[in-house]
């Protein structure tokens, strides 16, 4: 399962990204049209609402439980989460948690 983990967390940063830098390089760092992008139409606002929603929860579940069972380097994770999204940092956790609960073969 790590390997997957790890190939999901790889295609969770590539696919955003791979939708976003075009924007960005049309739009430069504007943070008007980008709210205005996100408030566009009424499905652009429940998909953002989504995945903030999602990335709280996803940042309460990694400061709780990887303080539970001690998974080390669990911050990369939040990190992962505040930058790129929930789509790098949920399965980015799950290969963290999954490699240290395996022993190295």
Known sequence: M???????TLLGI???????????????INIGAFIDAILSNPISVFA???????AC????????????????YRHLALLGTCTVGVSC????Y??????QSQPES
């Open 2 to 8: 790590k390997h997957l983990y790890l190939i999901l």
């Open 14 to 28: 590539a696919l955003p990204y791979g939708a976003f830098l075009p924007w960005l390089v049309d739009n430069g």
């Open 48 to 54: 953002w609402l989504d995945v903030v929603v999602s």
């Open 57 to 72: 929860t996803l940042i309460i579940f990694i400061l709780v439980d990887g303080k539970r069972h001690q998974v080390r």
């Open 89 to 92: 940092g949920l399965p980015l």
């Open 94 to 99: 799950l290969y963290l948690k999954e490699r």
